[in-house]
């Protein structure tokens, strides 16, 4: 088995712990330490040692495989927003202030969000029916190609 690349996992993880991006670490192992490495062994790193995701994943709130054009609709970065609150993470001011606003727009309109990605808006709002339980119309099945590996 090969040695590892990483010189001090207590540093590697206080970069975690301080939300420095893959990238980041790429670029300064290069810098400090003159080692090449990639994103993906930082990520491994992370899953190894039952560090959290800096991405909150929530399959349950986004369960469908969503098309690059519409991966920035509002509805969507609504449910990651969502997603991180339920997950305990910190949320910016306008974050919070922009998901209570949606949220209420959904109550009061009695609606809940649908996915179709077969259409050019792929997201839409739609009268809540029985066994919608949530924000979000439920599909069948799970599509996403990403579900959360760490629940």
Avoid: C
Wanted: cysteine-free; hydrophobic content about 30%; proline content about 5%.
């Amino acid at each position: 088995m090969p040695s590892s690349k990483i010189q001090d996992e207590a540093e590697v993880i206080r970069w975690f712990e301080e939300g420095k991006t893959y990238n980041w670490m790429v670029e300064e192992y290069k810098r400090k330490y003159n080692i090449d490495t990639r994103p993906s062994m930082w990520g491994n790193f992370r899953r190894r040692r039952g560090l959290d995701r800096r991405i909150t994943r929530d399959d349950d709130l986004i369960p469908w495989f969503v098309k690059e054009e519409h991966r920035w609709s509002y509805p969507l970065m609504m449910l990651r927003v969502e997603g991180r609150r339920r997950a305990g993470k910190e949320l910016r001011e306008e974050d919070v202030q922009r998901l209570a606003s949606w949220k209420s727009m959904l109550e009061e309109e009695n609606a809940v969000v649908h996915y179709d990605p077969d259409t050019e808006d792929g997201f839409f709002y739609i009268p809540r029916q029985a066994g919608d339980d949530d924000l979000i119309h439920r599909p069948k099945e799970k599509t996403t190609a990403r579900p959360n590996t760490d629940k």
